[in-house]
């Protein structure tokens, strides 16, 4: 566009936000039939583009315009007193300045801004994503999705926008928005395609200003059925035993992020009957399970998972679920509440399932107690699901079969698979994640163990002697069955 095609008057004034115009260098030229011609710096800058398109509702036809005649325009027309005394001001400028606070409350509540964030919310629930991060760096504001457990690269807005959308975020969270300096963290409820999504938010600051991560937890869509996160027949029989008995204690270790919470809602689905009362502490609450009274931990005002374990058992219930045992205070309560005829579940950060009990023991829980009320342990990781629709069959060398003993879990061919990526996994290879899972049993021989304050190693191999698969044996056989790839196996197994 040159200079003298430049409009003369504003177009879409009421419709589009000057300042917006003035960081992303936007300006609407003319208008013919259902088509605007937008002149811009950045004629492949797609946020602007989707954001202009929503509020005029016609299509966008980028022009290349640069300049300082673009930018006078843009004040002249659009930013009226604003650009006469300060249209060269660098965007930067602009947001922190003296009035900084309400400029970037001014800023979040602008059209495109909530347009910009609503898109990258919108556009990760249709990516399956469960986190969002938005990360700002010295030369970009980097946007990236989490999809079945990787962090991917996605279309990202101008650095300039930063202050504003990470605004406009904290504001959903109702978080304060003039604390630059200390972590925050919120809640955002919002309804998309009819259905509720609750989004924690979590701020950090960093060099180059405040780092957002959301986490999209899918409140209606949450599969609480064990077959569906991966466990299989014999498995769930053996965990029906524990879940079945009428007191004790049933532990599920794993890192943050292996889904140890919904296999505990899973399970607490099962044991929600009219005969039972179930209590839970938890930080936070993730889901919300109709029948079931959830407690969210609240350590500022003394609400700890101790605290509240001590109240809980003044309410007569059947079943607690402690959300993670942090400290030896934690575990003591547990166990003391198992013994007392509570079925209590919980939580820890161990690599394995044998490791939970000496993990356990180092703490401090005397081993005679932890004999008398631990029922069993689940161990867990989260393997990528090959796409169904384009997944591969391969036969693997003998090398591989040997090296991850394949011919000892299986008496028929072994075929393995691989992804090759589609338009249904959006070129992945993999859509959506399973568990692979090994399930120690409390035998009399590991009993004895404990009592000899033993190595996980130990008890491990006495596990397997008793018939436990490890989550590597579950993962193999998972990729003999083609739901995933022995890389995946392999990598997820060696994060331990």
Known sequence: VKNADLPDEALFKDQLSGRFLKDRQLLPVSVSEQQLDLAMADPTDSYALDAIAMATGLD???CVSVGSELQKCIARLYLDEQGKDGGQETSEQAVFTEHDVEQLRDMASEAPVIRLVNQLIQRAVDARASDIHVEPFENQLKVRYRIDGVLRDEASPSQQ????????VKIMA???IAERRLPQDGRINVRIQGQELDIRVSTIPTMYGESVVMRLLHRETVALD??????SDSLRQRLKQSLDMPHGMILVTGPTGSGKTTTLYTALSSLNTEERKVITVEDPVEYNLEGINQIQVNPSIGLSFASALRSIVRQDPDVIMVGEMRDLETARICIQSALTGHLVLSTLHTNDAASSITRLLEMGVEDYLLNSTLNTVLAQRLVRVLCEHCREAYKPSEGVIREFGLDKLTEGEIQLYRPKGCEHCGGTGYRGRVSIIELLPMTDTIRELVLQHA????IEQAAR???MHTMFEDGCLKALQGTTTIEEVVRVTQEA
């Open 60 to 62: 966008v036809q980028p």
């Open 161 to 168: 926008m930063g202050p504003a959308v990470i605004s406009r």
């Open 174 to 176: 109702n978080l304060d």
């Open 226 to 231: 064990f077959p569906v996160l991966g466990f």
């Open 455 to 458: 190595g996980a190693g130990k």
């Open 465 to 467: 002697e008793a018939g």
